[in-house]
């Protein structure tokens, strides 16, 4: 049992179930997500034969690889799964706190054109405990209160759905980190049938969309999943995200040199969000060895901004962080597999290294088959 992706009321069901008080519970929970005790024989309140019993329970991420950036101190975490996969997470400093970006799954399925992250296929969906871990190990590592935890790493959150829902509910949980939700963010890609699903949570977490293209047509040369969901069933999925939640949406867009960083870009976009609850959040892309995709220039980036802030859309760009250290999403987890091959064991399945079986979504999961609107597994090829 992989008691740390337990809530605390299933926790205290498990431990009762075997034969111990209640309060044992509350007191386990506490070792494992407030003081954030890897080894359960430091849990020092716990009796013996709890501990014995639970010395199998506890699973617990690795440590792989760490970078860290001379520049902005930005780190960067590769972390080994119990089962030889692979994921990264981030650490990032700002003026406003600390914030940890973190993997969903081992690999992802969306086929994102831009994306490293995808170049393997998904191998698996992260546990709640591989998702809380992340941040608890880098808590623990850097010695700073991580107070902004954003959901966009590695793997499409909203394809791992019933996880993320209990990895937020747990991480804002006054009895482990006490994480606001107003400062977790989720992104995704846009799979419309969970963003119903997640505005009827009521959560007060930030929802970010990945748009990149303000056309159905642009859109679908970048991203598999338009091909299933159009831009207005997108919108409209998040227009009921806002008024369920009353939470503006981030909208995401990469500026690609040549692609969508055009004055007509802008201009369709524009007209695409006007009058929308929405803040847009430009981010010149990092470019991969495996696409021949380029990012935008500065004034190219500058211009697109411009428009937008004139026409009355509140647009930031994204600083970039650690540039030095392969920090875009899913680089330097590709590059840990990429040199392991041969060696270790390669737990990531699906394309080439080189990218050429990248664009389709893999089958491996039942949830994305469930969504889809004809329910065919290789509907976005
Ligand atoms: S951008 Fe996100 S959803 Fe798209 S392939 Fe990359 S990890 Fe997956």
């Known amino acids: 049992m992989d008691i740390k992706s337990l809530p605390l009321n299933e926790l205290t069901e498990y431990i009762v179930d075997k034969g111990f008080p209640a309060f044992r519970a509350k007191q386990l929970y506490t070792w494992l997500h407030k003081k954030l005790i890897r080894d359960v024989e430091e849990m020092t309140n716990i009796p013996k034969n709890m501990r014995k019993m639970l010395s199998e329970d506890i699973v617990t991420l690795t440590l792989a690889k760490k970078l860290e950036s001379a520049i902005d101190g930005t780190k960067k975490y590769v972390f080994m799964l119990s089962d030889g996969n692979v994921i990264e997470s981030v650490f990032m400093s700002y003026k406003h706190g600390y914030s940890v970006c973190i993997s969903s799954q081992a690999g992802c399925r969306m086929g994102c054109r831009f994306c490293a992250s995808t170049l393997l296929g998904l191998s698996r969906n992260l546990t709640v405990s591989e998702m809380l871990d992340q941040i608890y190990y880098i808590e623990r590592d850097t010695g700073m209160r991580i107070s902004n935890v954003v959901v966009m790493g590695t793997g499409e959150p909203l394809d791992n759905y ?16 006490n994480i606001s ?28 969309l990945s748009l990149h293209a303000a056309t159905d047509e642009k859109r679908r040369e970048l991203m598999p999943i338009a091909k299933r969901y159009s831009l207005s069933e997108v919108l409209d999925a998040c227009m009921y995200y806002f008024n369920e939640t009353g939470r503006r949406i981030t909208f995401e867009y990469s500026l690609v040199a040549g692609e969508n960083d055009s004055v007509s870009d802008a201009k369709e976009l524009i007209k695409l969000l006007k009058n929308y609850p929405c803040h847009v959040n430009l981010i010149p892309v990092n470019p991969i060895k495996e696409r021949q995709y380029k990012r935008s220039d500065k004034n190219s980036v500058r211009r697109f901004k411009e428009l937008l802030e004139t026409n009355g859309i509140n ?32 737990s990531t399945k699906g394309g080439s290294s080189d990218g050429s079986k990248d664009d389709s979504l893999d089958s491996s999961s039942d949830r994305l ?13």
């Open 315 to 346: 647009a930031t760009v994204r600083r970039s962080m650690g540039k030095d250290i392969d920090a875009a999403c899913g680089q330097l987890r590709k590059a840990h597999i990429d040199s392991s091959k041969g060696g270790t064991k390669d």
């Open 162 to 177: 019933d996880n993320l829902c209990t990895f937020i509910k747990m991480l804002s949980d006054e009895n482990g980190l």
């Open 369 to 381: 088959k469930d969504s889809t609107k004809d329910g065919s597994k290789d509907s976005l090829k």
């Open 181 to 208: 939700q107003r400062n977790i963010t989720v992104s995704s890609c846009g799979l419309v049938p969970e963003i119903r699903r997640l505005a009827d949570e009521h959560f007060t977490i930030t929802f970010a």
